[in-house]
């Protein structure tokens, strides 16, 4: 089955990403949210992506002839045969699926017709068990379900879903449109018929689909990724040297261009704060998960939750 109508489920940091990528690739696109404030919440993201198309698209033209593979791979599908005049035709895409984007709070009309849901809530699994319970008696026979948690493995999802056999993850990275990853991992349960019907659905909306063999928790992007975050939140936590610092240091070693915080702020701090929330240490202030704790607490009751508000471990112009 090709998708069409495809509901993305949030509006945070990568559910907002998501929603305007498949709606860029010219997929009718669903926004669900909770409330009206959600929704005023979630339409500066979709502001700030759109604006954020059109600059990179624009900058892409210098690229043109460069050979250079540091050109937004989600926005370009064929950059060796890319023009200025295919850019200005990309660049009304951007706007056409910036003006395309339904905002529902009904979730009944949400998912009627839907081909796919792609689950984008906070890495909080009551929260997700209770959006599938109740989305689970609404949604038609056909539609098939993935979730973009970043940690947490389908199969303690499915039973919740109705459909085990039409559900499993699929995972972005951070700035989609460029970092443009997509992780498909299945459970027992999963059919590879639709789990094949995923990857395509990747391809056709612009990213690289990365199959995974099995559940593992972290996938392959944050088994990476979260202990490098965790060993540079410890340093802070355990007041060995601020943040700056730290960044410089990795940055300064090894060439890369962002360090923990950087990527932090990037992912979010609610995220980062969540994940470390599922470690029972995190609950003792004295251990080390438990001050990490504390201090992203902190910083998000400060309204400090990353780049989506302006500033983070970093101050960000919006």
Request: glycine share 8%; hydrophobic share 40%.
């Amino acid at each position: 089955m090709a998708f069409k109508k495809v509901v993305v489920v949030g509006g945070g940091v990568l559910g907002s990403q998501i929603a305007y990528q498949v709606a860029y690739k010219g997929f009718d696109v669903t926004v669900w949210l909770r409330s009206e404030g959600s929704i005023e919440r979630a339409k500066p993201k979709f502001a700030r992506w759109h604006e954020t198309y059109l600059k990179d698209l624009e900058a892409t033209k210098a690229l043109i002839g460069t050979g250079t593979k540091l050109y937004p791979r989600g926005l370009v599908d064929d950059f060796e045969n890319l023009t200025a005049e295919k850019v200005d035709e990309l660049k009304v895409q951007a706007d056409q699926a910036f003006e395309s984007l339904t905002y529902e709070l009904d979730m009944t009309k949400a998912m009627a017709d839907a081909d796919l849901v792609i689950e984008s809530l906070s890495e909080d699994p009551k929260a997700k068990i209770a959006f599938y319970q109740q989305m689970a008696p609404l949604l038609p026979e056909k539609t098939v379900i993935v979730t973009n948690s970043s940690t947490m493995v389908p199969s303690a999802f499915a039973q919740y879903t109705g459909r085990p056999e039409k559900y499993l993850a699929l995972h972005f990275a951070n700035e989609i449109w460029k970092n443009n990853t997509a992780e498909i991992m299945g459970h027992a349960g999963t059919d590879q018929k639709y789990y094949d019907e995923v990857v395509e659905f990747a391809g056709q909306i612009g990213m690289i689909p990365l199959k995974l063999y099995k559940e593992q928790p972290g996938y392959i992007l944050n088994s990476l990724l979260v202990p490098f975050l965790n060993a540079g939140e410890a340093l802070y936590a355990n007041d060995v040297a601020d943040p700056e610092t730290i960044d410089l240091t990795w940055s300064l070693a090894t060439g890369a261009p962002l360090g923990p915080f950087r990527i932090l702020d990037i992912v979010g701090l609610e995220t980062a704060y969540n994940i470390v929330c599922m470690d029972p240490a995190a609950k003792d202030p004295k251990t080390t998960p438990g001050k990490i704790a504390k201090r992203l607490k902190e910083k998000i009751d400060a309204g400090k939750k990353g780049v989506c508000t302006g500033e983070g471990f970093y101050k960000y112009t919006k």
